[in-house]
Nanobody
Framework: QVQLVESGGGVVQAGGSLRLSCVAS????????MGWFRQAPGKEREFGAA????????YYADSVKGRFNISRDNDKNTVYLQMNSLKPEDKGLYYC????????????????WGQGTQVTVSS
């Protein structure tokens, strides 16, 4: 099981940008599909974005498509989430996740989660 540590959250005004990072431990990072999920207050955790282990395929929730970009650097064991044009409804705890199966990751059926990083968007 891979260990994940997120960073980069913070407070930003609506329309602003943030870049989240997630560093993974272990030498097998490059074999994992990686993803970002978020959980708004009082709501269930939901899928945001995912990237294949080679980085050649990406997937986004409709709510973030065109505004967020997921990328990875396998040499640094790191996956990123660039968030632009942030909206108040983007507020939440953002989790990094990993799985060997992209299909399983996209529906959140993985055991590898980070502790989360908080994003707050003020209007």
């Amino acid at each position: 099981q891979v260990q994940l540590v997120e960073s980069g959250g913070g407070v930003v005004q609506a329309g602003g940008s943030l870049r989240l990072s997630c560093v993974a431990s272990g030498r097998t990072f490059s074999t994992y599909a990686m993803g970002w999920f978020r959980q708004a207050p009082g709501k269930e955790r939901e899928f945001g974005a995912a990237i294949s282990w080679r980085g050649d395929s990406t997937y986004y929730a409709d709510s973030v498509k065109g505004r967020f970009n997921i990328s990875r650097d396998n040499d640094k064991n790191t996956v990123y989430l660039q968030m632009n044009s942030l909206k108040p409804e983007d507020k939440g705890l953002y989790y990094c996740a990993a799985d060997n199966a992209l299909s399983r990751l996209r529906v959140g059926k993985t055991d590898s989660w980070g502790q989360g990083t908080q994003v707050t968007v003020s209007s």
